[in-house]
């Protein structure tokens, strides 16, 4: 069993990298779903978070991480010896899934400007939890549409533990199995094509989805080829622009409009306009913006999910 925690506790390898100033662990853990799909999962008595880290197509690292003073710790479990080019894959996998290398600094500035904001420098809010790769997030996201976040739990899981092996299965694992496979197995219903073509493509190198978070391309250009993904609408490239570190799109879906409903309108519908208009002043980072607005309460209450 992958997650177990006995697996923890025997933990032969640690390895630790340095936090950014004002880094917030559980806030970037907590700042979404992700967390609760696999292979991550929260240990919450000990406020840390497990991943499984593909260094291969053959070879996964079960991994527990928590933070203590300046410091991220990593525990590394492996039935044998890890040479150093594969711990700093473990190293460089966790540095992208938590956002260690980007530089939120604009974004406070800006945060500082609006009252209704300080709290989100002080409690460190802003990093968003990603995968190890931008196609484990696309797939996530594609599972994520037009279905309850029970159902997506579902497939991910499935996903996870029937082509993945306990870690998230690769893009050549996908497209290695049958759309009746996908629809049967893994319950994906009306996305099965859909994730069969992501995987066809990215085995045939026709999308190259890793270099998006890199990419030089402007935003809209990039969300564009985002939005290019079979079953990636303007929710699930909205959110998944989000994770690749450009904030100009709100990405809303039902939650989100009950959210902004409730917070500014006493409860009255509104149209999608009239909610982009709300957040247009944020400019760039109007995306992050209304995330943060809209989950607020998930900070006060210390991250009720």
Excluded at 199 to 219: D, N, Q
Aim: charge should be positive; aromatic fraction near 12%; glycine fraction near 6%.
């Amino acid at each position: 069993m992958l997650f177990g925690k006995q697996m923890y506790e025997q933990t032969t390898m640690k390895s630790k990298l340095p936090l950014p100033a004002g880094f917030n662990f559980l806030a970037t853990v907590y700042s979404h779903g992700w967390c609760s799909l696999p292979p991550f999962s929260v240990e919450k008595e000990t406020a840390s978070l497990r991943a499984v880290i593909a260094l291969n197509k053959r070879r996964s690292i079960p991994v527990r991480l928590e933070s203590k003073d300046t410091f991220l710790y990593i525990g590394i479990e492996s039935n044998g010896a890890l040479s150093k080019n594969e711990k700093e894959m473990i190293n460089d996998a966790v540095r992208a899934m938590l956002r260690l290398d980007e530089s939120l600094d604009e974004f406070y500035t800006e945060a500082s400007k609006h009252a209704a904001f300080h709290w989100v420098r002080r409690v460190g809010a802003g990093r968003m939890l990603r995968s190890q790769t931008v196609f484990e997030d696309v797939v996530k996201m594609i599972c994520t549409t037009n279905c309850s976040w029970a159902l997506t739990k579902t497939m991910v899981k499935n996903l996870v533990e029937k082509i993945g092996d306990g870690a998230f299965p690769s893009p050549e694992a996908i497209a290695s199995v049958s759309e009746k496979f996908l629809r049967k197995e893994i319950r994906c219903g009306y996305r099965a094509p859909y994730l069969l073509e992501l995987a066809g493509r990215v085995v045939s190198k026709e999308l190259t989805m890793e270099e998006w978070r890199t990419s030089a391309l402007p935003t809209e250009k990039l969300f564009e080829r985002v939005r290019s993904v079979k079953g990636a609408g303007d929710y699930a490239a909205g959110n998944l622009m989000r994770l690749l570190g450009r904030y100009d799109y709100l990405a809303l879906d039902s939650w989100c409009r009950a959210k902004f409903f409730k917070l500014h309108k006493n409860g009255r519908t509104v149209k999608d306009s009239t909610i982009e208009k709300f957040y247009a002043p944020f400019g760039k980072w109007r995306g992050l913006f209304f995330w943060l607005d809209v989950t607020k309460y998930w900070y006060e209450k210390q991250f009720p999910f």
